[in-house]
C-alpha cells in the first residue's frame, strides 16, 4: 500500500453553524479515470472536491450546512425557549471510477474495497453531524427561562457554540482516528472481499 495514498485519502468535512434532527441529504459524483493505482491517485488528488477549511482536495467530502428555529415565550417576568428545531443539509461527495478494460482484476478489487470505505467514512460524518444536532435541539428545548429574552437569545447562542464546539472535536477526531487506521483498515477489508468472492457470496471485480 502507497503510503503517498494514505495522505491523499485524509477525508474532510467543512461545517456551518448550526446542529440537525431533521436531515436533508443529497449525493454528487465527480468522475475519475485511470488503469493503475498511482494514476488513481493522481486523478483523485486532482479532481477530488476542494475543502475550504484545508485548502486541498480530497477522495470525498460531507458539505453541511445547519439551521436552527427557535421560538420565544414570554411570561411577566422571564422568557423562555418554547420551542428548538434544528436541520442539517447535507452534501456528501464521492468518486466514480470510470473502469478502463485494461485495469487489472487487483486494482479494480482494491478500488472496490476504497470506494466502499470512502463512502463509509463519509456517511459516519453525516451521523456525527445527526447526533450532535439531537444534542443540540434537547439542550435548546431544556434550558432555563431567563429574566428576558435578549438574555433567552444569548442562552441559545451559548448553548449552540458549546455543541458545535464539541461537533467540530468529534469530526476531527474522527478523522485524525480514520487516517491512522486507514492501512490496516482497506487490508482487512480487501481480504475479507476475497473471501467473499472466493465463496461465492460477491461477484469477482468487472
Not at 431533521?22 to 494514476?39: A, H, P, Q, R, W
Amino acid at each position: 500500500m502507497k503510503r503517498s495514498l494514505l495522505c491523499v485519502l485524509l477525508l474532510a468535512v467543512t461545517a456551518v453553524p448550526a446542529g440537525a434532527a431533521n436531515l436533508v441529504k443529497t449525493y454528487s459524483y465527480f468522475s475519475i479515470g485511470g488503469s493503475t493505482l498511482d494514476e488513481i491517485e493522481k486523478q483523485l488528488s486532482t479532481h477530488g472536491p476542494q475543502v475550504k477549511s484545508t485548502g486541498s482536495r480530497h477522495p470525498g467530502a460531507t458539505q453541511m450546512a445547519f439551521t436552527t428555529r427557535i421560538s420565544y415565550a414570554r411570561q411577566a417576568s422571564s422568557c423562555r425557549i418554547a420551542d428548538a428545531a434544528v436541520t442539517v443539509k447535507v452534501k456528501v461527495i464521492l468518486p466514480e471510477w470510470r473502469r478502463p478494460r485494461k485495469a487489472d482484476p487487483e486494482v479494480k478489487l482494491f478500488w472496490d474495497t476504497l470506494a466502499a470505505d470512502i463512502k463509509r467514512h463519509e456517511e459516519r460524518h453525516v451521523e456525527i453531524a445527526k447526533n450532535h444536532a439531537r444534542e443540540l435541539e434537547d439542550a435548546l428545548k431544556a434550558a432555563y427561562p431567563q429574566k428576558d429574552c435578549d438574555a433567552a437569545k444569548a442562552k441559545a447562542a451559548e448553548i449552540t457554540a458549546a455543541v458545535l464546539a464539541r461537533h467540530d472535536r468529534a469530526q476531527v477526531q474522527f478523522d485524525r482516528v480514520e487516517s491512522v487506521n486507514f492501512e490496516s483498515r482497506i487490508l482487512r477489508l480487501m481480504r475479507y472481499r476475497i473471501e467473499r468472492i472466493e465463496n461465492g457470496q460477491l461477484p469477482p471485480p468487472a
